[in-house]
């Protein structure tokens, strides 16, 4: 009787050994027959599932996002205004190995993206996915009177997406300097221009 194959498994499978190759040996060297060594399938099995090679690191980008978005709303699933928001903003850091990780693997792509129009268009399609969650916290968090009235929600979100994006290029680069306890410290400083200064109950 022939093997039953789960086809959205195996494709997992692939794209998880594209992650490892890309972090081991960089972007550049992530190969179908680097992945096909690292997977222990075929190359003609990853032809299968894949067209080619910028098929193959998209489908990457695209599953490390996916795990991303799913993680971020079981978190902020019970939560609201600006609690939801620094919560956003704390999955978004690489504050850990899991976070490193896909930071890096983020980076890969932006300085891909620069060369190629097909990867940039992925990645801003990717970036307007995320932003769209980060709006819709900072909307919650308006509708609560919890941002200060100069603080619009487009402005906001543009702010705390580029903080986000220097925070982990700088903790991706000089971790020694840029170590989790000072970003927690940085993004409450940051959140807090946001707030509404609630009066003294003195």
Known sequence: MPKIVDHEERRREL???????????????CTLR???????????VLAHYFAGKEDLLTAALRLSHERIYARIAEKLEPLAGLVAVREFMLDNLPLDDERLTETRLELTYWARALGDERVLAVQREEAARLRSMLVDVLEDARRRDELAPRATVDVAATR???FIDGVSLHATLHPERMTPEL???????????????LPSTS
């Not at 794209?15 to 060297?29: L, S």
């Not at 970003?183 to 200064?197: F, I, N, Y």
Request: charged share 30%.
């Open 15 to 29: 794209v998880a050994a594209v992650v490892r190759v890309i972090m081991r040996d960089g972007i550049e060297r």
């Open 34 to 44: 680097a992945v096909a060594r690292e997977s222990g399938y075929s190359s003609g």
């Open 160 to 162: 705390l997406l580029a």
């Open 183 to 197: 970003q927690h410290r940085l993004l409450d400083d940051e959140l807090a221009r946001l707030a509404v200064e």
